[in-house]
């Protein structure tokens, strides 16, 4: 049989993959990759921008398309024989990419192409392209240029290093809980936690640091003792401050390497640091001007966070008797004032939210704002619960999409958007190839043959995910390094995700996606608005989570001397940001995944960057909903704050055109002017 990972012809074959498979195609495509390499940088070969297309980008979209489809599977389908196959293959995988960035013959080629000879998607990739040659050290020479290399290679080898052990760490601890322990933890909780000691021939609850069992403890376990016992194992996963039968998870010595390579990686390149690597590819200009407004927004919404933690020291104190509230305990009481104040708890809310309803409802409202069609789709998939899905517009197919939800056990926690394939009109058949996408989430599975429920958060998270796939699959651009997400920058690459996650405020959209699991009854209009009157609560203090997490991304990439212990910093920025104390043993950096093995590294930024661009977005939508017609998207008289043609208009700016021109180009063509921060603070209750 052929090596399904070199069928190119279709979708990835992920029922076939096998380990096995991995080593032999990765040699193969490396070797044609080269092959093209050595083609293109020919002395004879012409300066043409599609000419090099044709036999370079032909030869490493295969490859990258079959590394994908590995790395996908590494990350949802993990099994020691796959891991070990990805890690061996990792070293010559990313020594092709670096080599490719910093071919100084290439980058030769690539400056004598004439600019003015190219369309305008054209312009905008070659562009990128030189930059891109720049920090991938194609200016470098001799002994530099070999040791960026290295850097690259063992950077790649660390990170995944880092994603095992976090992974590891993760799926390592288990607690199995009593009935005496349990009390106030949800029954869908319970029935999976009791299902899964069973299949272990343990007796009582097996409770794990996966979110859907973890975050439920937190929320709702009467215990504070075992709030505690899975708070201290949470945040103590992958460091040294975890229990010695995990110590080999430790990721300390790996973040402490990884540091000192970004560092010297930006030396090599002629920056002060990586954080000044790290944006120029960005909107923001500069780690100053990150630093600045993510120290602007601290302190605008600290005196609101100030006051959520009064409220619940007081709450905590007057009605639970709790006059000393430890960390673990915050969720506890911040759930249990959510209850008294708004009258509703999020397991309530979670009643109404079936999987397949919510999904329904997403579709429905994507099909009318974005004038799409989505159907059922059949491919290969790597889980039986894997769904696949085709967006037509006017009949033609515009994208596709696979979707996994459910968490398990080998699938790294989290939600996620990944490409499959690019958008392309492709140099070497001169057909338009359609793109696709992987969503991919960690819900919990439905028990006793009923669905699963989702809690508010979730949906959230689905819109959200949705958005950064809208953004790849509705694109226009027909150039795939400027297509879709690619090219766009890492700071307003979160625009379209955090603006879908407006809707799930929306009643007339929650009203047609909700159905009682036991008696399909719709989410009724008062519990609405209950979850709405509690929709900022807690929002300063959220705030200035996020800014902490920011800030000290872009000061241990600044400022941060990798050879000193990195918990100085964090606690020297938590004294800055956070209320709420952490204890001396959290180590939250740890497990910081986005960072460290994510792409986000001095760009975490980025989230709360795009999100001021993204309530901007949404509020066109708002100020035309009064004046505009508005739309039906749940049948009967579902009506939505949504105008088909603000959001024709959005589509046009934002989504079709990727990352074609610079995002605020496209943001100032959507909205006619720069964005303000005054619609996020609004939307946030801190006006």
Not at 32 to 61: C, H
Not at 611 to 627: G, I, K, P, Q, R
């Amino acid at each position: 049989m052929t090596n399904p990972l070199l069928d190119f012809s279709d979708l990835p074959l992920f029922d076939r993959i096998l380990p096995e498979h991995v080593g032999p195609a990765m040699d193969e495509l490396l070797a044609k990759a080269d092959a093209a390499l050595e083609q293109v940088t020919a002395p004879q070969f012409p300066a043409s921008w599609g000419e090099i297309a044709r036999v370079l980008d032909v030869a490493t979209e295969n490859l990258g398309r079959a590394w994908g489809a590995v790395s996908h599977l590494n990350s949802v389908a993990d099994t020691p024989e796959l891991r070990a196959a990805y890690n061996a293959a990792l070293p010559r995988v990313t020594e092709f990419w670096t080599r490719l960035g910093a071919d100084e013959r290439l980058y030769a080629k690539y400056k004598a192409i004439d600019a003015a000879s190219l369309n305008t998607e054209q312009r905008q990739a070659h562009k990128n392209a030189i930059r891109n040659f720049v920090l991938s050290g194609a200016e470098l020479t001799g002994a530099a240029k070999e040791r960026f290399a290295k850097i690259q290679e063992r950077q790649a080898e660390l990170s995944q290093k880092f994603s095992e052990n976090a992974l590891d760490a993760t799926d390592a601890f288990a607690y199995y809980a009593t009935d005496a322990d349990v009390a106030g933890i949800p029954e869908d909780v319970l029935q999976t936690a009791r299902a899964q000691a069973q299949a272990e021939g343990k007796a009582g609850y097996k409770l794990t640091l996966k979110m859907p069992s973890y975050l439920p403890v937190m929320q709702f376990a009467e215990s504070s003792a075992l709030r505690e016992t899975l708070y201290k194992a949470y945040t103590t996963r992958a460091s040294d401050q975890a229990p010695a039968e995990f110590s080999q998870f430790d990721n300390s010595a790996v973040m402490q390497e990884i540091l000192a390579l970004r560092l010297e990686e930006a030396l090599l390149l002629g920056y002060k640091n990586f954080g000044e690597v790290s944006v120029v590819p960005k909107m923001a200009q500069s780690p100053e001007e990150v630093i600045k407004f993510l120290r602007d927004l601290a302190r605008r919404a600290r005196p609101y966070a100030e006051k959520d933690v009064a409220d619940l020291r007081a709450f905590a104190a007057d009605t639970l008797k709790q006059p000393d509230p430890q960390p673990w305990d915050y969720a506890y009481i911040g759930e249990k004032l959510k209850e008294a104040r708004y009258a509703f708890s999020e397991q309530e809310v979670k009643q109404y939210f079936t999987a397949p309803k919510v999904l329904a409802g997403l579709f429905k409202i994507v099909e009318t704002l974005f004038e799409v069609a989505i159907r059922k789709d059949s491919a290969p998939v790597w889980k039986p619960g894997v769904a696949f899905y085709r967006i037509e517009r006017n009949g033609e197919l515009v994208g596709q999409f696979y979707l996994d939800q459910p968490a398990r056990t080998g699938k790294r926690g989290g939600a996620w958007m990944d490409d499959v394939r690019a958008r392309w009109l492709r140099p070497d058949t001169g057909q338009l190839q359609t793109p696709v996408a992987h969503l991919v989430c960690n819900f919990a599975e439905g028990v006793g043959g009923k669905p699963a429920l989702l809690t508010h958060d979730d949906v959230t998270t689905l819109f959200h995910e949705f958005g950064h796939g809208l953004h790849h699959m509705l694109t226009q651009v027909n150039e795939h390094d400027v297509s879709g997400i690619s090219g766009v920058e890492w700071d307003a690459v979160e625009l379209p995700s955090q603006f879908m996650e407006n809707f799930c405020w929306e009643w007339e959209v929650l009203r047609h996606m909700t159905a009682h699991v036991d008696t399909g009854e719709p989410l009724p209009r008062a519990l609405f608005d209950k979850m709405l009157a509690a929709k900022n609560f807690q929002s300063g203090m959220q705030t200035l989570r996020q800014v902490e997490f920011s800030l000290f991304d872009m000061l241990l990439h600044t400022s941060h001397n990798p050879a000193d212990d990195l918990m100085g910093l964090l606690n020297e920025v938590r004294k800055e940001v956070a209320v709420i104390p952490a204890p001396a043993y959290s180590r939250t950096a740890h497990t910081f995944s986005h960072i460290f093995s994510g792409g986000y590294a001095a760009g975490y930024y980025s989230y709360k960057w795009a999100e001021v661009l993204s309530a901007d977005a949404y509020a066109a939508f708002e100020e035309t909903a009064a004046a505009a017609k508005t739309t039906d998207v749940g049948g009967d008289a579902g009506k939505t704050t949504v105008t088909v043609e603000t959001g024709r208009k959005y589509r046009q700016a934002i989504l079709e055109a990727g990352g074609s021109r610079p995002a605020m180009e496209s943001f100032k063509a959507f909205r006619g002017r720069e964005p303000s921060l005054d619609a996020l603070l609004r939307h946030q209750g801190m006006a």
